[in-house]
């Protein structure tokens, strides 16, 4: 399915720029954008893809697609859905419990850091 593959692209590319790239191990959760919003995620990007250009990731969209980043602290999520319920925010369709691909992240850890030796010592 290559329409999951694009979304697991997406979301290991948004976490690398976000500092999360520990949250690409874990394998991806699904949620509707209803349950994201009612979680305090935040949208971060919305982007139309075209007919044509969504047709090269699965043959089965029929329509333009949206996909929607969201980001809440460390967990990313993207959304797929077609333009129509997206411009008119269809219910039934941000209620759909498959229709987002969400990754949850953990704290950045500590780097260690090393204290340079006094002047005048020697390592």
């Not at 979301?11 to 959760?29: E, I, K």
């Not at 969209?61 to 996909?67: A, L």
């Amino acid at each position: 399915m290559r329409s999951a593959r694009l979304g697991t692209l997406l979301v290991a590319a948004f976490c690398l720029g976000s500092s999360a790239a520990s949250a690409q191990d874990a394998p991806p959760m699904q949620s509707s954008f209803s349950a994201l919003i009612a979680k305090d995620y935040e949208i971060k990007t919305v982007t139309v893809v075209p007919l044509e250009v969504a047709k090269r990731a699965t043959e089965s969209v029929r329509t333009d697609t949206v996909i929607v980043t969201l980001q809440n602290k460390q967990s990313v999520a993207v959304c797929y859905l077609a333009f129509a319920n997206w411009a008119f925010m269809n219910k039934s369709s941000l209620d759909t419990p498959t229709l987002c691909e969400v990754r949850e992240g953990s704290a950045a850890e500590p780097q260690a850091t090393s204290n340079p030796p006094p002047p005048g010592t020697t390592p």
